[in-house]
């Protein structure tokens, strides 16, 4: 059974910072492109950034490049999410997936449950 447990969201003021951890079981961790996608409320799921399978190639939308960092420990079977200098804009649920598709469409094999990010101004 494959499972990917988010931990990491919570409250913070604007400019702070959060590091978002991504726990897998049940699947070969080191074989999957990972990704991180948000949702706000009333708003579809976005991409947030990806990482292939062994951590050579990253990438990030706009809103987030240079203040988000994504990161994969494969012996831990974690993947991370950095975030830094946090806008409110920034508030959202995030999702974790593994076997992103090509390019930036929240399409994926496996989801996490997500954690709540909240930013205040």
């Known amino acids: 059974q494959v499972q990917l447990v988010e931990s990491g969201g919570g409250l913070v003021q604007a400019g702070g910072s959060l590091r978002l951890s991504c726990a897998a079981s049940?699947?070969?961790?080191?074989?999957?492109?990972m990704g991180w996608f948000r949702q706000a409320p009333g708003k579809e799921r976005e991409f947030v950034s990806t990482?292939?399978?062994?951590?050579?190639?990253?990438d990030y939308s706009d809103s987030v490049k240079s203040r988000f960092t994504i990161f994969r420990d494969n012996t831990k079977n974690t993947v991370y999410l950095q975030m830094g200098s946090l806008k409110p804009e920034d508030t959202a649920v995030y999702y974790c997936?593994?076997?992103?598709?090509?390019?930036?469409?929240?399409?994926?094999?496996?989801w996490g449950q997500g954690t709540q990010v909240t930013v205040s101004s």
């Open positions: 997936a593994a076997g992103v598709a090509q390019g930036r469409q929240p399409t994926a094999q496996y």
């Open positions: 990482i292939s399978w062994a951590g050579g190639r990253t």
């Open positions: 049940g699947v070969t961790f080191s074989a999957y492109n």
